[in-house]
């Protein structure tokens, strides 16, 4: 059963202080409580992992299951109680989870990811034919960095984009901090209409797309998907395909443009742009809480026992910034030419469109700073509209000028 | 050194064929690891060793 949590224990989701850092209290856990217990806003309890390896060990040893329907599995923001009671994949275990994650790789293998390069270009470009043609300041969340990920899930998914306005903002409430559990139920119930009906669609109408393909090949009666299971995996596919990467253009071009340096030497070199990809990508950490898990046996973590039952956060932003991995982690060095952080998690449950992700991030940036070369950011970075106890972390909006 | 890959482990990340192109590349249908070089070359190794250590799967190994 649960252990018993000290009533000092620190809430979580812990307080940053710096809008690029993660919370400063995670050096501190590393160093001198690196598997420490929280209080979760639900009242219930769990422990938090800061320090590299055992981040990677919780990711990895079947000792930590990500089955999301066990009692006493973390739930960080209200809808996860409701989300969980039915998981997408990503909260499942082998075998179930191979079994649908086997049903989407060749989707997302590196030769598919590549041949998607000049589609993601022509979005990316358009995209700044339009920004461009308006007079400064804009919201480049709205114009830029929402947009271009939302463009290429849904040219994948076979999703119509002209339904972004609808679907991004349900999206935004099924992973946000401050959404109620009756406002995610609303987000979610929509959702579910939406893409019921889009699957219906596509039995009378297929086309060349994933969702397509998935209906003919896999839902039943010709394959073993039900619908509520296809249902659940195309909401969870669009929901990732654009709420993580859109953080992540935001995010990063704030993080370059306050780096004036390191934004220089991208700008000198471009063969820099696959390595400043992964430094920004280890250095926002922007899924650090997503990775909960919980322990299916009793188990022991740097010396503190762990219990069968217990909830674990395996922060990937204490990971990606533990200094006995990486030196000078605070320091955002575009050539460190690191590929072993674990922003995209660890273990079989890595995530899927990380390719993708790398793609469009290389696109987007490398287009943006090319095409707009004075751009700025229109307000003082400290005062950035920043996402603060949601599942990702990120801007919510980015008022830039050039 | 000889390269080995289990395909019933592979969860087909692809950091392997991202990380030593020549080594790895992934199955066209099913996504999952093929090892083009089993024994690569002195100048691959170490590009080999180091996606071998990247696989998040646990699939790949050094013998």
């Not at chain 1, 809430?11 to 690029?20: E, G, I, M, S, V």
């Not at chain 1, 082998?94 to 041949?115: C, D, G, N, W």
């Not at chain 1, 999206?171 to 995610?184: K, L, N, P």
């Not at chain 1, 039900?226 to 995010?251: D, P, Q, S």
Request: hydrophobic residues 45%; glycine residues 6%; charged residues 20%.
């Amino acid at each position: 059963m649960s252990q018993t949590t000290p009533p000092d224990s620190p809430a979580f989701p812990l307080k940053r202080t710096c809008p690029f850092a993660p919370p400063p209290a995670y050096d501190r856990l590393r160093a001198e409580e690196p598997v420490s217990r929280v209080r979760l806003p639900d009242g219930g309890a769990a422990w938090l992992v800061t320090r590299y390896d055992d981040v990677r060990t919780v990711l990895s040893s079947p000792a930590f299951s990500a089955d999301g329907t066990r009692p006493g599995f973390p739930k960080l923001i209200p809808g996860q109680a409701q989300i969980l009671k039915r998981p997408p994949f990503i909260r499942m275990d082998p075998p179930q989870h191979s079994f649908y994650r086997r049903m989407l790789i060749q989707e997302f293998t590196l030769k598919r990811v590549k041949a998607m390069r000049p589609g993601i270009q022509a979005a990316v470009d358009r995209l700044l034919d339009d920004l461009l043609a308006q007079s400064p300041p804009a919201d480049l969340v709205e114009a830029f960095a929402l947009p271009v990920p939302s463009l290429v899930i849904c040219q994948l998914l076979g999703v119509p984009y002209a339904d972004h306005a609808f679907f991004q903002s349900r999206s935004r409430i099924a992973v946000s901090g401050s959404s109620t559990a009756e406002q995610f139920a609303t987000a979610l119930g929509e959702l579910r209409a939406y893409m019921d009906g889009l699957i219906t669609r596509k039995q009378q109408e297929p086309g060349d797309d994933l969702l397509s393909k998935l209906v003919a090949e896999q839902l039943e009666p010709a394959g073993e998907l039900g619908r509520e299971e296809l249902l659940m995996m195309c909401l969870m596919l669009l929901n990732a395909g654009h709420e993580t990467t859109a953080n992540m253009i935001a995010l990063g071009t704030a993080a370059l443009l306050e780096h004036p340096d390191q934004l220089a030497a991208l700008r000198e070199d471009p063969e820099l742009l696959p390595d400043a990809v992964e430094e920004l990508l280890r250095y926002l950490s922007i899924a650090d809480v997503v990775t909960t898990r919980i322990a299916a046996e009793d188990t022991a973590l740097s010396g503190t026992p762990i219990r069968a039952g217990a909830g674990v956060i395996a922060l990937l932003a204490a990971a990606d910034w533990d200094p006995a991995v990486f030196s000078d982690p605070e320091r955002l060095d575009l050539r460190r030419g690191n590929r072993h952080h674990v922003a995209f998690g660890y273990g079989v449950h890595q995530c899927l469109g990380q390719n993708l992700a790398r793609l469009e991030l290389e696109i987007a940036f490398s287009a943006l700073f090319a095409r707009i070369p004075t751009l700025r950011l229109a307000v003082p970075a400290d005062e950035l509209p920043y996402k603060h106890g949601g599942l990702l972390y990120g801007v919510h909006e980015l008022p830039v000028t050039w | 050194m000889r390269i080995t890959a289990d395909t019933d482990v592979c969860i087909s990340a692809g950091m392997c064929a991202l990380t030593a192109p020549q080594v790895f590349d992934q199955g066209d249908e099913d996504g999952l690891v093929r090892v083009l070089l089993p024994e690569p070359p002195e100048e691959l190794r170490e590009a080999a060793a180091q996606a071998v250590r990247l696989c998040p799967s646990g699939a790949l190994g050094i013998r």
